[in-house]
């Protein structure tokens, strides 16, 4: 078996620094966060890992993305109207998602092939729909404990992942049944609680020890992971572009100029006529 402990401080704070989110949507970007750094360590890629769950709830997309680099961003597009109209209490992926996808996207830039995973959103909680996409999708033993705290003194975001690797089946060393490690390795795992999970006072491998030590556990290296968002004013230079002088002039403001805007970020990008000029002859 092989797992991922993710515990997630500043990147998941500047993501919510960001934009104003209400409490519900901010701890399920934690949690998206989190989940897309767990899911992206255990694939050997050399690019950009990308989560996004998408439907037709108030709540109509969760994305987050990680580069080989452990450069970390994340991103909900809600109704501000929904959300703002009552104390909403809704909780579950159905009420706040709706009927959608979830989807895993692996891009190595290029001239290299997109992998990508896409299953319907089944289940209450993120985590149960991560689990399905790997019980259904990829036939992998898959267990997933999500958790975020975005009104704490330092909001944090965390998530432990543990798998049954194929080949794994089949009686252990000691000819217990065949199910038997991995059903003690998912009790174990869901003893531990959110709380713990986020406190930054108890170190990742005094969680891991206190879960595993009976069956031995060993820690790999750590990977540090900082927010960078990766939009630039090249890239939608790149974009436009590709458009024709009719659909520019569509996209102009009434003061005659482009403005484009990473939703990640906020960061604006202008562009006025001599500048689109020169880009059509560049």
């Not at 031995?216 to 436009?240: H, I, M, Q, W, Y």
Request: aromatic residues 8%.
């Amino acid at each position: 078996m092989r797992g991922r402990l993710i515990r997630l401080g500043s990147a998941y704070e500047q993501a919510l620094n960001i934009h104003s989110y209400p409490d519900v949507v901010a701890r399920l970007l934690g949690e998206t966060m989190a989940l897309a750094t767990a899911l992206a360590s255990t694939v050997k890629y050399d690019g950009l890992f990308n989560l996004q769950a998408q439907g037709d709830g108030p709540l109509s997309m969760l994305v987050a993305d990680i580069d080989s680099e452990g450069g970390l961003r994340g991103y909900a597009r809600f109704d501000e109207a929904y959300f703002n109209s009552n104390d909403r209490s809704d909780r579950s992926i159905p009420q706040l998602i709706g009927t959608g996808h979830l989807a895993f996207t692996v891009d190595q830039g290029p001239g290299t092939d997109r992998y990508q995973g896409i299953t319907p959103l089944e289940g209450a909680t993120l985590s149960e729909c991560a689990q399905a996409y790997f019980k259904i999708s990829e036939q992998l033993d898959t267990a997933i404990i999500l958790a975020a705290d975005p009104g704490g003194r330092e909001p944090r975001a965390g998530a432990l992942l543990v798998q049954r690797m194929p080949g794994a089946r089949g009686k252990t060393r000691l000819e217990m049944e065949p199910d038997e490690d991995w059903r003690s390795a998912v009790i174990l795992m869901s003893s531990l609680t959110p709380a713990e999970l986020l406190d930054t006072e108890i170190p990742s491998d005094d969680i891991l020890y206190r879960l595993y030590h009976e069956n031995g556990v060993r820690v790999f290296d750590r990977r540090p992971v900082a927010f960078r968002c990766r939009c630039s004013r090249e890239k939608v230079a790149n974009t436009l572009v590709l458009y024709p002088p009719e659909s520019l002039d569509d996209m102009k403001t009434d003061d005659g100029v482009i403005v484009a805007s990473c939703e990640f970020c906020r960061q604006e990008y202008i562009f006025d006529d001599d500048q689109l000029t020169n880009l059509a002859a560049e």
